[in-house]
């Protein structure tokens, strides 16, 4: 399984672009990067997912670079209610394989 | 739709005891998994579920077992609690050809051994 590392924390203030990124550099060719998001007291939420290039839902975008041994979560003008920990992820496209979390990045908005 | 839920909210147990924690998948999924996430970390496979099966199962001793009945819902036992035990519980649900690698959490059982 690829490895990944990320930033143990990041504080932005509201209604900045905030980038978090993920390395990877042991990904595989099956593997897709995936990120999550999770509150206090819930469980973890699916944000976004992508093998190449470029991604982007209602939520994030998800810049994957040519090499993919890297990746950046871009959250455009957070809120304080985006406060959450967002984990990267690295595995096989399937909604059924194993989720293998670190420990994420523990993102602080500021008013 | 109700998405995951999970029952017990918060539970308090005294080492050696025996816990049973439930799960309901989100409607149309009929694939559970378990995870263990302490304070401070991210959350550990423990095992996962489909046609009343355990399918694959992460790195925990078998103290933990699981059940999953026709209606897709789940059990996780954990016998002979250790300190050491003391975490959120998460289950997820997914259905069995997911298109993509999304799984359904539910807001988890905190258990605390005492």
């Known amino acids: 399984l690829a490895k990944t590392t990320q930033p143990i924390s990041m504080d932005s203030y509201e209604g900045q672009e905030v980038n978090i990124t993920c390395s990877h550099n042991?990904?595989?060719?099956?593997?897709?990067i995936t990120w999550y998001q999770q509150f206090p007291s819930q469980g973890p939420r699916f944000i976004i997912q992508?093998?190449?290039t470029k991604v982007t839902n209602e939520v994030a975008s998800l810049f994957i670079p040519a090499d993919r041994k890297s990746s950046t979560l871009s959250l455009p003008r957070v809120s304080l209610s985006d406060t959450a920990v967002y984990y990267c992820?690295?595995?096989?496209?399937?909604?059924?394989?194993?989720?293998?979390f670190g420990k994420g990045t523990r993102l602080s908005v500021i008013a | 739709d109700a998405g995951v839920t999970q029952s017990p909210t918060h539970l308090i147990k005294t080492r050696g005891q025996q816990v049973t924690l439930r799960c309901s998948p989100k409607?149309?999924?009929?694939?559970v998994s378990w995870y263990q996430q302490a304070l401070g970390q991210g959350p550990q496979f423990i095992f996962q579920?489909?046609?009343?099966?355990?399918?694959q199962r992460g790195n925990f001793p078998d103290r933990f077992s699981g059940h999953q009945f026709p209606n897709y819902s789940s059990e996780l036992n954990v016998n002979a609690l250790l300190l050491g035990d003391s975490a959120l519980y998460l289950c997820?649900?997914?259905?069995?050809?997911?298109?993509?690698?999304?799984?359904?959490f539910g807001p988890g059982t905190r258990l605390t051994v005492l």
């Open positions: 579920y489909y046609e009343e099966e355990e399918r």
């Open positions: 992820l690295v595995g096989a496209y399937s909604g059924n394989t194993p989720l293998v």
């Open positions: 992508g093998y190449k």
């Open positions: 042991n990904i595989a060719t099956n593997d897709y």
């Open positions: 409607s149309g999924h009929d694939t």
């Open positions: 997820a649900s997914s259905p069995a050809r997911g298109s993509r690698n999304e799984q359904f």
